[in-house]
């Protein structure tokens, strides 16, 4: 009974990282012509017309991961989950890794 307990707890942990995921969409100003996948911030993102979508382990939406976003996919016109996006001025910041 204890071995059971114990393998089911460990199941558990392995699983919950994939539990705490959260999709993030990056919004292209210039959409792509063909489905692509691009790898950014360890993530495989699937980028289809003027957006990218992918699932991070993270809940929040930062500068810091918008731009390793933006130097593999171009300039974005948002960022961010559905309950964080980055505000114009971070959008801004974010865009500037680009150029």
């Not at 991070?56 to 996006?85: I, M, P, Q, W, Y």
């Amino acid at each position: 009974m204890l071995r059971f307990a114990s393998v089911a707890v460990v199941s558990t942990l392995i699983a919950f990282p994939a539990l705490a995921s959260t999709p993030f969409t990056a919004s292209l100003k210039t959409p792509k012509t063909e489905k692509e996948r691009v790898t950014a911030y360890d993530v495989v993102w699937i980028c289809e017309a003027d957006t990218c979508e992918a699932s991070l382990n993270r809940s929040t939406a930062t500068v810091r991961v918008c731009k390793k976003v933006a130097k593999e996919v171009g300039e974005l016109t948002a960022f961010g989950s559905e309950d964080d996006k980055l505000d114009a001025d971070e959008l801004a910041k974010c865009n500037a890794a680009v150029k």
